[in-house]
C-alpha cells in the first residue's frame, strides 16, 4: 500500500523538476480537502513556487496537469487561483482495508529504525519515598514513546536511574533509624531535612520486627540498604500498576562503586581548570552559557559530575542514541550534558532530553493539592486507585508533553462520550458488537460498493495510520496519536450512524461494510495498543 500524501509529493517534485524546478519533497504541502466536491487531497504548490518560474499560478497549474497522470489518480482539476485538487479511484483507497486485515496487529509498524538501539531514562525518582503525579506523568509519557519507536523499528531499553547515593539517602537511613529508635520507646529529634512520611514508619516497624530492639548504633550502610530496597519496591509495585516495566534499574552506587566517574574525570582532563578551590568544567567552549563546577572546594562532587559519568556509562553499553526525560526546571540542564558528551567525543545527536511541563489534578473546577486520606500530595498510586490505569496512561500521554496538563479527575471517570478515552472504548466495542451481528453475511475485503462520504472519509483516515505513528515517533509525540484515535473514533461514529452496516437485503455491500468495520476496528486496537490500553469488546 503505497502512502497517498508521500506519494503525491514525489509525483509533484518530478513534475516540476520537468519544468526546470528543483524543489524538496518537504517543501511540497498537501493536505486533505474537508469538502469532497473538491477531491480527496490539495496542494498549493503553484502559488508557491509560480513566481520562480516567471509564470501565473493558474498557468503552471493547468501545464501541471497534464504531467500528473497516475494510476491511483481518477482526476486532477485545477481550481481557484491555481490550487490542484486530487481525485483518487475508489479502489485506492479501498486498497486499505485488504492491507490491515492481512497485517491485522502489525499494521502501523515499520523497519524504519534498522534496529538502532535507543535508551529511554525517565521517571528516575528518588527512591525515599512514594511517587506523586508528576512521576505519573513521566511514566506513561516514557512507556508511550518507547513503544511507538519500537513500532518504527528501534530496539529502546527502557531505564529507571535509582538515585541511591548522597547526602539525600543518608537522610533516609538516617530518618528510619530515628523512626526505630522512636518505636523503641526513645524520644528523637527526626533530622532536619529528614523524611517523615507513613513510609519510613512502616520500614522501621519491619526492621525492629526483624530485629527487635538490640540495634543501638546508626549503622549508615545497614538503614541505606534496606531503605533504598523498600522504597525501591514499592516504587516498582506503583509502576507496574501504572503498566510501566523497566528493562533496567541502574544504581548511582555502583556508577560510583565501578569506578566511572573516576574515568570519566581523567577523560575530561583537557576542559578542567581550577578556580578558589573547586573544579570547573569548560562547558562554553561547546555552547553553554557558563562553565560549571564539578569538584566543590570542599572536594565533593557536585551532582553534573555523577550524571555525566552515568551518562558516559549508557552510551557504553552499545546504545546509538540516549533519550532523557526530564521536568520542567532542567531546561539549562541540556546544553551542559551536550557539551560534556561532546568533550568525550561522541556526536551532537547522542543525547536528546525532552522537559516535561507540570501536572496539576482538577474535581469539580478546583484544583487538588492534598490527598484525602493523608492530608500530603497525591500519589501516583492514589491517581491509579482513583481513576484507574487506562484513564490515567490516556489522560496524561494524550497531552503534548510540551504544555502543562490539567488532570481532570471527573472527566476521567465520566462513562460517556466527553470522555475522550471513553468515546475510543465505545467505538471499538460498537464495531465488534456490528462484526458479530453480521457474522454469516461474511466480509469483503476488496471493498466493492464502498463510496459514500462517511466510508472515503473512514478508509482515507485509516491509511494515515503508519503516517500518524512515524509521525509521533520521531516527534516524541503521543498526542499526535491521541488526536488521530479521537479523529478515528468520530468517522466510526459517523459511519455506523448514518450508513446501515447490516442489510440483509443488500448482502455484498453489507459485506464490504462489515470488511470496514473489522479494518477499523483493528486500527482502534492498534492505536490504543501504543498507549498500553486494551480495545473493549464490550461496555
Known amino acids: 500500500m503505497i502512502a497517498i500524501e508521500s506519494h503525491l509529493k514525489n509525483l509533484l517534485q518530478k513534475a516540476l523538476i520537468q519544468f526546470g524546478l528543483k524543489v524538496s519533497v518537504e517543501d511540497i504541502v498537501i493536505e486533505k480537502t474537508k469538502d469532497p466536491k473538491f477531491g480527496d487531497y490539495a496542494t498549493n504548490v503553484c502559488l508557491k513556487f509560480a513566481k520562480n ?116 539517602i543518608r537522610n533516609l537511613a538516617l530518618s528510619i533509624f530515628m523512626r526505630y529508635r522512636e518505636l523503641i520507646g526513645e524520644k528523637v529529634t527526626l533530622p532536619e531535612d529528614g523524611y517523615f512520611g507513613k513510609d519510613i514508619i512502616e520500614i522501621a516497624k519491619e526492621i525492629r520486627q526483624q530485629y527487635g530492639d538490640k540495634i543501638t548504633t546508626f549503622d549508615e550502610n545497614f538503614f541505606k540498604k534496606i531503605g533504598v530496597e523498600k522504597q525501591l519496591k514499592r516504587i516498582q509495585e506503583d509502576l507496574i500498576l501504572m503498566g510501566v516495566r523497566f528493562d533496567v534499574y541502574r544504581s548511582e552506587q555502583d556508577v560510583r562503586n565501578e569506578g566511572h566517574i573516576q574515568k570519566t574525570l581523567q577523560k575530561l582532563t583537557p576542559f578542567l581548570y581550577q578556580d578558589q578551590g573547586a573544579t570547573y568544567l569548560k562547558t562554553t567552549a561547546f555552547g553553554d552559557d557558563k562553565d560549571r563546577v564539578l569538584i566543590k572546594s570542599d572536594g565533593q562532587y557536585t551532582y553534573f559530575l555523577p550524571d555525566i559519568a552515568y551518562h558516559q556509562d549508557k552510551l557504553s553499553r552499545n546504545q546509538d542514541q540516549l533519550i532523557d526525560i526530564l521536568g520542567p526546571d532542567h531546561h539549562g540542564y541540556i546544553a551542559r550534558m551536550k557539551a560534556a558528551l561532546a568533550m568525550l567525543g561522541y556526536p551532537t545527536n547522542a543525547l536528546e532530553i525532552l522537559v516535561m511541563q507540570l501536572v496539576t489534578l482538577t474535581e469539580n473546577g478546583v484544583e487538588v493539592k492534598m490527598s484525602k486520606r493523608t492530608g500530603k500530595g497525591i500519589t501516583m498510586r492514589e491517581l491509579i486507585e482513583e481513576v484507574g490505569k487506562d484513564a490515567a496512561r490516556y489522560f496524561i500521554a ?44 461474511g466480509i469483503d475485503s476488496a471493498g466493492n460498493g464502498l463510496d459514500t462520504n462517511e466510508e472515503l472519509d473512514l478508509l482515507k483516515h485509516l491509511r494515515l495510520f503508519p503516517q500518524a505513528v512515524m509521525q509521533a515517533a520521531q516527534a516524541r509525540e503521543p498526542s499526535m496519536i491521541a488526536q488521530y484515535i479521537q479523529q478515528l473514533a468520530s468517522y466510526t461514529h459517523s459511519f455506523y450512524t448514518i450508513r446501515r452496516v447490516i442489510d440483509r437485503d443488500q448482502p455484498k455491500l453489507s459485506a464490504a461494510r462489515l470488511a470496514l468495520v473489522k479494518a477499523s476496528a483493528q486500527v482502534l486496537k492498534n492505536s490504543l495498543a501504543i498507549f498500553g490500553i486494551n480495545a473493549l469488546n464490550k461496555m
Open 53 to 168: 518560474l516567471t509564470l501565473k499560478p493558474i498557468d503552471l497549474a493547468n501545464q501541471l496537469v497534464a504531467s500528473l497522470s497516475d494510476s491511483n489518480l481518477q482526476k486532477v482539476e485545477v481550481a481557484g487561483p491555481g490550487f490542484l485538487n486530487f481525485f483518487l479511484k475508489t479502489e485506492t483507497l479501498t486498497a486499505v482495508i485488504e492491507e490491515i486485515l492481512r497485517l491485522h496487529d502489525e499494521f502501523g509498524k515499520s523497519q524504519f529504525g534498522q534496529g538502532k538501539r535507543i535508551n529511554l531514562e525517565f521517571v528516575s525518582a528518588n527512591p525515599t519515598g512514594p511517587m506523586h503525579v508528576a512521576h505519573a506523568r513521566a511514566a506513561a509519557l516514557g512507556d508511550v514513546i518507547a513503544t511507538l519507536l519500537n513500532n518504527i523499528g528501534y530496539k529502546v531499553t527502557r531505564e529507571f536511574y535509582v538515585n541511591d547515593a548522597g547526602g539525600q
Open 398 to 441: 494524550a497531552r503534548s508533553y510540551h504544555n502543562p496538563l490539567e488532570f481532570d479527575l471527573d472527566l476521567a471517570k465520566t462513562k460517556s462520550n466527553i470522555n475522550p478515552l471513553y468515546y475510543a472504548q465505545y467505538a471499538h466495542a460498537r464495531l465488534q458488537s456490528l462484526l458479530e451481528g453480521g457474522k454469516d453475511l
